[in-house]
C-alpha cells in the first residue's frame, strides 16, 4: 500500500486529543499528499574539525562539469553504491572575514553563525570563547521548524570534541552567545529520543496529562525566582522556560503517523562506546546518518546539526592504525610531513559525509523526490587548512537541491574572496526564507550568491 | 615585604608574549600576518603594592545550575542512593575550564530540560521502590488523601528546594500529587509525579543566590543564610546542606564568620569533602580527558583503558592524601618523594611489583604532581612527548598565566632535520623558537617543558630521544634548572602556584572567575593560606569565611 498521510496538518492541532480520521480520506488519487503540501525543506550543518588541503580539495574545473578532487572523490563510490556528485556544489574562494584573533575559534563562529565570536579570558582563566550570536542552524529553525516534534537536533559522532575552550569549540549550535545545545553522541539514545513516541499508549492513561501539569508547575514555580532576578538571569530562566513548553508540546501531540515513507527503523544497539581506546567512528556516523533520514521522512524535524569530528578534537581514525603511528588528527594537521596522514583523514571524512547524503538521497519523501531533493547541506570545518590556520579559500560543499532552489552539482568560484557568510544566506534563501542578511560586524552578509540559487 | 611575590600573580593576568599579536592587535580584515618583531625576554611587571590593590567590590549574584555530580548527589541526599543511581544527567559544559562557571552563566538547553523530566521520573520510581516507608510518612486514609500527600510534600519541598517552602509552594506540589494520586487511584503514583515534579523544579535545579540587602554596606548584598548554607555545602561537599548545617543555617549559626568557620570545620570532616576535591581536581589537572586518552599502540603497546584509569586515581590519591589523610603542606604536592601506585602503575614506573593500592617511594628522577603518569600522558601527543603541552599547562593551570593564541596564517610545523641527521624533539623545538613569529610565546613554555624530556609520552622514564640523549636543562622566568626534580622544587617555593591554586578553588566555590575588585579578600585568604603552613583544609575555609564567598552585588 502506498499512502502518505499529512502528519503535519495532524500535528498542527497539537495538545488536543482529537480521534485520527479515516486514512483513505486524506489521500488523492496518485498517493500525493492531499493537501497539496509539497514535502517541507530540510536543514543539515555537517561539520568536521581541522581543515582541509586545499590543493587537494578545490576541483580544477569550474561549473557543471567538476570533477570531484582527491578529497571529494569519495562523493562517488560504486563500490559502496554511492552516488551524490550531482547533488554536491562546490564552492570556493571564499574568505572568512571576522577577525582570526583565535584559530579554530574564528572560522567554526564564522561558517556556523557569521558573527565573531566572543572572547572569554577574564583574569588568568585559560583561553575560552562563546559565539556572537546564534548559529545558522538555529536561525533557520526558527523559520522552517514549523510544528514538528524537534525543532532540531544535535548529533555527534567523536565524542573527543574540544570541552575545555568553552562553547565555541564544544559545541555546533547556539541559541545566543550563552545558549549552546549539547549533542547527541549515543545512536541507541537517538532512537529512543526519536521513535519512542510512536509506541501507541493506552488512551485510559493519563500519565501524559498528568506529565503536562507538572510541567505546568514547573513553570508556576519558576515565577517566584525569576521576579528576583535581573535581566540577563530572566532571559536564561525564559530560555529554560522554553524547554519547558517545547517539551509539554511534544508530550500531548499526537503519535507520529507510520507511512510509506516513514517507518520506525530496528533500533540499533551501538552506544558509541569506545572499544581499546578506538572511537566506533564510521558505525556511528552511518547509523546517525539512517536515524537523521528517517527522522527528516517522517518529518519529526526539519533541521539538525552534524558534529563528525570536533574542532581541535582528540579524535584519532582508526585507518591509521595498526601499522603506522596514530597521532590525533588536530595534532597531524601541524606537521608538514604528516600532510598525506591529514589527506586520508579528510578522504575518510567525506567519505563518511557522502554516506550521510547518500543515507537522505535513498530515502523517499514523496512520488517524485527523495529527502536529499528537499535538502540544505552545508558541509564546512573550523579552519581552512590545520597547518596555517588559514581562514582564506575556505572549504565549503553545499548539497542538495532545496526543493529545487538550490543549484546543485556545481563548481561555484569566486574570484574576490568573497565572504563566507554570503554562502550561509545563500542556505537561508534556498530554505525558503525571505532573510536579508545573516551574521554581524565584519561578518555580516547582505548578498547570497545568486548564482547558485535556482 | 613577603606579600610582593603573591600580589603580582594576582594582578598578572597574561604572559607577556611579544606585541605583535596579543590583544586585538589584528581587528582587520584581512586577517593581519603577524610583523617579525625582535624577540624580547619576558619583562616582570613593577610589582604593585597591596594597597595599589582595587578597593573590594563582589561579583554579581546569579543563579547557578546544578552540576551534573551535584545534580546526582542532590538525588541521592533527597531520595537515596537507589534514585541517584537511577538517572544519566546531562553533561556539564564547562566555560573557563570549570562546570560551576557554566552552570553559572549559561541557559539551559531544551534537550536538557527533556534529560531532566526523563531522569525525575526514573528517581521517583526507584525511590519509591527501594524506600517507600521513609517517603511516605503517614498511612493514607483514601488514595488520594490530601493531608497524607500534604506532609510528604513538606517532608520533601523543603529538603529539595534547600529553603523553607513557601505555603504556595506546598499547595502547589500537594495538589499535583492527589491529582495525579486520583487519576490512577493509587496513593504512590501521586506520590511518583510529586517527586518528578520537584526534580524538575528550577528552585531544585538552580541554586538560587540572589541575597538579601547587607545592612552594613548599601552597595552590597549578603547570602541568606539558606542561600550560604548551599554555597558552603556545595563548595566543601560537592552535596546539598545536611540537617546540622541546614539547622545552623535557621538558628542564625552563619551569621557571623566563627559560625561560618565552625561549619566548614565540620563539614570537611565528611568523606564528601575528599569527593568534592576530587571533582575540583579532576577538573583543575584536566584528569577527565584520561577516560578518553589514546596513544600510539605501535609505540606505547602497554597503554590502555585500564592503566588511564589507574594513573587518575593515583593523582586523585595523592592529593587527598595530602589534603585530608595526612595533612601536610600542600606545596608538597609538586615535589613529594612518595606517590601511590597500583600493581599496573608499578609496572609501569619499573617499581616493585604491589597488589593492591600502596604508597611507594618514587623512583629516581621523579618529584611530585608533574612527574606522575597522569600529567605526563595527558600533556602529549598521542605518539610523542609535547614540551610546548606541559609548559602552556604549568603557565596556565599553576601560574594562572593564559598564553596568547598563535598567529594566524603562519605553520606550526616543526621544520624538517637535513636527511639523515638525528634531533631530539627539543632540538625540533629549537629550531621552530627560532622564528621570531613563534619565539614569543614558545619562550614561556617550552623551556618548562624541557623539564620533562626524560620522561615519554606515557610517562616512563627516557634517556635517548631519536637515539639521542635528552637534555632536561631549561628556565622558568629567569630561574634554570635541570630536569623534572629540580624544576619541582622550584615550582613548590614559587608563591605565585599557591597563590593560583586560591584563585581557582575560590572561582570553584562562587561559580565565577575572580574579579579584579576581589583581590583585595584573596590576597588575604592566600596570607593566611600560607600562614597556616600551606594546609589545603585551610585554604578552603578562609575562602568560606571570606567576605567575597558571602556578599555580591545585583546582576544586570
Not at chain 1, 138 to 154: E, H, N, P, Y
Amino acid at each position: 500500500m502506498t499512502f502518505r498521510l499529512s502528519r503535519r496538518r495532524l500535528l498542527r492541532g497539537a495538545g488536543a486529543l482529537i480521534a485520527l480520521p479515516t486514512l483513505d480520506a486524506m489521500l488523492d488519487g496518485n498517493g500525493a499528499f492531499a493537501d497539496g503540501m509539497p514535502p517541507p525543506r530540510r536543514f543539515v550543518t555537517w561539520f568536521f574539525g581541522n581543515g582541509v588541503i586545499r590543493s587537494r580539495w578545490t576541483p580544477t574545473q569550474i561549473g557543471t562539469t567538476y570533477v570531484p578532487s582527491q578529497q571529494l572523490a569519495p562523493l562517488v563510490d560504486a563500490a559502496r553504491n554511492i552516488d551524490v556528485r550531482s547533488y554536491v556544489s562546490v564552492v570556493s574562494g571564499f574568505n572568512v572575514k571576522t577577525p582570526n584573533l583565535r584559530g579554530h575559534h574564528n572560522g567554526a563562529a564564522a561558517l556556523l553563525s557569521g558573527a565573531p565570536f566572543i572572547p572569554l579570558a577574564p583574569n588568568g582563566a585559560g583561553y575560552n570563547s562563546k559565539f556572537g550570536m546564534m548559529s545558522i542552524d538555529q536561525v533557520a529553525a526558527d523559520q522552517i521548524a514549523g510544528t514538528t516534534r524537534f525543532k532540531s537536533l544535535q548529533l555527534a559522532v567523536s565524542k573527543r570534541y574540544t570541552t575545555g575552550e568553552g562553547p565555541t569549540l564544544a559545541n555546533m549550535s547556539h541559541r545566543g552567545p550563552d545558549s549552546p545545545m549539547p549533542q547527541e553522541v549515543n545512536p541507541a539514545r537517538l532512537f529512543n529520543t526519536l521513535f519512542s513516541g510512536f509506541t501507541p499508549r493506552d488512551p485510559r492513561d493519563p500519565r501524559d496529562q498528568l506529565r503536562a501539569s507538572v510541567l505546568d508547575a514547573v513553570k508556576d514555580d519558576a515565577t517566584a525566582l525569576k521576579s528576583q532576578l535581573g535581566a540577563r538571569d530572566k532571559a536564561r530562566l525564559d530560555a529554560h522556560l522554553t524547554g519547558v513548553s517545547e517539551l509539554r508540546t511534544r508530550i500531548l501531540a499526537l503519535p507520529p503517523v507510520i507511512t510509506s515513507s516513514c517507518s520506525v527503523p530496528t533500533a540499533p544497539t551501538q552506544t558509541n562506546t569506545d572499544s581499546g581506546g578506538i572511537e566506533p567512528i564510521e558505525q556511528v556516523s552511518t547509523l546517525m546518518s539512517d536515524l537523521l533520514a528517517m527522522a527528516f521522512a517522517c518529518d519529526l524535524t526539519r533541521v539538525a546539526s552534524f558534529q563528525f569530528s570536533g574542532s581541535v578534537g582528540g579524535h584519532c581514525f582508526k585507518f591509521l592504525t595498526p601499522t603506522e603511528a596514530r597521532d590525533t588528527e588536530h595534532s597531524i594537521t601541524h606537521e608538514a610531513t604528516q600532510q598525506d596522514k591529514v589527506h586520508a583523514a579528510v578522504v575518510f571524512t567525506m567519505k563518511n559525509f557522502a554516506y550521510t547524503l547518500q543515507a537522505l538521497k535513498r530515502t523517499v519523501d514523496s512520488p517524485t523526490s527523495n529527502v536529499l531533493d528537499n535538502a540544505v547541506v552545508l558541509c564546512t570545518s573550523d579552519v581552512a587548512e590545520g597547518l596555517d590556520h588559514s581562514i582564506n579559500d575556505y572549504p565549503v560543499l553545499l548539497a542538495g537541491k532545496g526543493s529545487g532552489a538550490l543549484r546543485s552539482g556545481y563548481h561555484f568560484r569566486s574570484t574576490n574572496g568573497r565572504n563566507t557568510s554570503d554562502i550561509l544566506l545563500t542556505c537561508m534563501r534556498a530554505l525558503g526564507t525571505n532573510a536579508a542578511s545573516v551574521g554581524k560586524d565584519q561578518g555580516l552578509s547582505t548578498t547570497p550568491i545568486s548564482e547558485l540559487l535556482v | 615585604m613577603s606579600r610582593l611575590p603573591r600580589t603580582l600573580a594576582l594582578l598578572l593576568p597574561l604572559v607577556a608574549c611579544e606585541g605583535a599579536f596579543t590583544g586585538g592587535a589584528s581587528l582587520e580584515n584581512p586577517p593581519v600576518v603577524p610583523t617579525p618583531v625582535t624577540p624580547q625576554p619576558t619583562t616582570p611587571t613593577p610589582m604593585p603594592m597591596p594597597m595599589e590593590l582595587p578597593a573590594f567590590v563582589p561579583a554579581p549574584l546569579r543563579p547557578r545550575l546544578l552540576t551534573s555530580a551535584q545534580y546526582v548527589s542532590s538525588i541521592s541526599d533527597l531520595l537515596g542512593v537507589e534514585a541517584s543511581r537511577a538517572v544519566t544527567p546531562p553533561r556539564d559544559v564547562p566555560v573557563n575550564g570549570l562546570a560551576v562557571i557554566g552552570g553559572a552563566t549559561l541557559e539551559v538547553s531544551a534537550s536538557a530540560v527533556t534529560d531532566y523530566e526523563t531522569n525525575a521520573y526514573l528517581a521517583a520510581k526507584a525511590a519509591l521502590t527501594a524506600r517507600r516507608a521513609t517517603l511516605v510518612p503517614c498511612t493514607p486514609a483514601t488514595t488520594s488523601d490530601a493531608t497524607c500527600m500534604g506532609r510528604v510534600a513538606s517532608a520533601l519541598v523543603t529538603k529539595a528546594f534547600r529553603r523553607p517552602a513557601t505555603q504556595v509552594e506546598l499547595t502547589r506540589w500537594t495538589s499535583i500529587g492527589v491529582n495525579a494520586a486520583r487519576a490512577y487511584d493509587q496513593f504512590d503514583k501521586g506520590v511518583e509525579f510529586l517527586i518528578a515534579g520537584l526534580l524538575q523544579s528550577p528552585a531544585f535545579l538552580y541554586l538560587s543566590e540572589v541575597g538579601e540587602p547587607d545592612v552594613a554596606n548599601a552597595q552590597r548584598r549578603r547570602l541568606t543564610a539558606w542561600e550560604l548554607a548551599s554555597r558552603l555545602s556545595f563548595f566543601l561537599t560537592n552535596a546539598p546542606p545536611d540537617d546540622t548545617l541546614r539547622m545552623a543555617a535557621a538558628n542564625g549559626g552563619l551569621d557571623d564568620e566563627a559560625g561560618i568557620r565552625g561549619q566548614a570545620q565540620r563539614l570537611l570532616q565528611k568523606p564528601e569533602a575528599k569527593t568534592a576535591m576530587t571533582v575540583l581536581f579532576d577538573e583543575l589537572l584536566e584528569l577527565n580527558g584520561l577516560d578518553a586518552l589514546s596513544k600510539d599502540r605501535v609505540r606505547f603497546p602497554s597503554f590502555d583503558v585500564a592503566i588511564a584509569r589507574s594513573m587518575k586515581e593515583e593523582t586523585r590519591r595523592g592529593l587527598v592524601d595530602l589534603a585530608f589523610d595526612h595533612p601536610g603542606d600542600f606545596r608538597d604536592v609538586l615535589s613529594r618523594r612518595t606517590t601511590f601506585v597500583d600493581g599496573a602503575l608499578a609496572q609501569h614506573y619499573g617499581l616493585p611489583a604491589v597488589t593492591t593500592w600502596t604508597q611507594v617511594s618514587v623512583p629516581a628522577g621523579r618529584a611530585g604532581l608533574l612527574t606522575q603518569a597522569s600529567f605526563l600522558s595527558l600533556m602529549s601527543h598521542p605518539s610523542a612527548n609535547s614540551p610546548t603541552y606541559r609548559g602552556r599547562f604549568v603557565r596556565e593551570k599553576l601560574l594562572c598565566q593564559p598564553i596568547p593564541a598563535p598567529p594566524p596564517n603562519v605553520s606550526t610545523t616543526l621544520p624538517d632535520p637535513p636527511p639523515n641527521t638525528r634531533r631530539t624533539l627539543r632540538q625540533k623545538l629549537e629550531l621552530h623558537m627560532a622564528a621570531p613569529s613563534c619565539r614569543g610565546c614558545h619562550e614561556v613554555m617550552d623551556p618548562i617543558g624541557f623539564a620533562f624530556e626524560g620522561f615519554d609520552a606515557t610517562g616512563k622514564a627516557q634517556q635517548l630521544d631519536d637515539g639521542l640523549p635528552v637534555d632536561t636543562s631549561g628556565h622558568l622566568d629567569e630561574q634554570t634548572f635541570t630536569g623534572a626534580e629540580q624544576f619541582a622544587q622550584l615550582l613548590r617555593d614559587d608563591p605565585r602556584v599557591m597563590s593560583c591554586l586560591a584563585r581557582q578553588v575560590f572561582r570553584q566555590g562562587t561559580g565565577h572567575v575572580d574579579l579584579d575588585t576581589e583581590a583585595r579578600p584573596l590576597l588575604a585568604v592566600t596570607d593566611a593560606f600560607a600562614a597556616s603552613g600551606h594546609r589545603y583544609q585551610t585554604l578552603l575555609v578562609e575562602i568560606a569565611a571570606s567576605e567575597a564567598f558571602r556578599s555580591g552585588v545585583e546582576a544586570p
